[in-house]
Nanobody, 121 residues
Framework: QVQLVESGGGLVQAGGSLKLSCAAS????????VGWFRQAPGKEREFVAA???????TYADSVVGRFTVSRDNAKNTGYLQMNSLKSEDTAVYYC???????????????WGQGTQVTVSS
């Protein structure tokens, strides 16, 4: 069972940047896709970005051009670089691993505990 730990969240002003990390316990991390999701208060969890085992990427329309997903298999870690942050990006951000690139949460079997991102306007 893969264990994931997110870090890097915090409070930032609108227009600022944060970089989230997702550290995985599994040595087979390089075989998994890494997805990023977020959930704002009172809203459903939504897809943000994902990167496949082969470094293919996909993004939600709302973050295209502002967020970049990446991974470092040598460190068993995935990343989400968030630039030009907006107040509507405020949410708890979760990373997850699964067998393939997926914009839904259905195929992701392991999830982190989440990290809070708050963007002040």
């Amino acid at each position: 069972q893969v264990q994931l730990v997110e870090s890097g969240g915090g409070l930032v002003q609108a227009g600022g940047s944060l970089k989230l990390s997702c550290a995985a316990s599994a040595r087979a991390f390089h075989n998994y896709a890494v997805g990023w999701f977020r959930q704002a208060p009172g809203k459903e969890r939504e897809f943000v970005a994902a990167i496949s085992a082969f470094h293919g990427t996909t993004y939600a329309d709302s973050v295209v051009g502002r967020f970049t997903v990446s991974r470092d298999n040598a460190k068993n870690t995935g990343y989400l670089q968030m630039n030009s942050l907006k107040s509507e990006d405020t949410a708890v951000y979760y990373c997850a691993t699964g067998p393939s690139l997926d914009r839904t949460s259905r195929t992701y079997a392991a999830w982190g505990q989440g990290t809070q991102v708050t963007v002040s306007s």
